[in-house]
Nanobody, 118 residues
Framework: EVQLQASGGGLVQAGGSLRLSCVVS????????IGWFRQAPGKQRELIAR??????????EYGDSVKGRFTISRDNAKNTMYLQMSSLRAEDTAVYFC?????????WGQGTQVTVSS
């Protein structure tokens, strides 16, 4: 069974930082690109950062809204992916999820809430 469990969200002031973690089981970083998605109230879920599979080189890509502020990484030994978020803004408030890229419906977890106060 594949599981991707995001954690690490919380309440932070604008300009602050937060690190999210995603523990992955049943899915190999060798074969799958994985990424971070977020869904703000009233908006569609969007992909904000992804990291390619080990087989394809592990390069990273970011959405324009987070480029230069967020960093995606993974620890292959721990089967864990991270999202380091800096210079947070009120518009980063959302529920953050991790999934394969492209996402699989069965892999969505509960997500973790990030709230940025201005």
């Amino acid at each position: 069974e594949v599981q991707l469990q995001a954690s690490g969200g919380g309440l932070v002031q604008a300009g602050g930082s937060l690190r999210l973690s995603c523990v992955v089981s049943g899915l190999s970083f060798d074969d799958y690109a994985i990424g971070w998605f977020r869904q703000a109230p009233g908006k569609q879920r969007e992909l904000i950062a992804r990291i390619q599979s080990i087989q394809t080189g592990g390069s990273t890509e970011y959405g324009d809204s987070v480029k230069g502020r967020f960093t995606i990484s993974r620890d292959n030994a721990k089967n864990t992916m991270y999202l380091q978020m800096s210079s947070l803004r009120a518009e980063d408030t959302a529920v953050y999820f991790c999934n394969a890229v492209p996402p699989r419906a069965a892999y969505w977890g509960q997500g973790t809430q990030v709230t940025v106060s201005s």
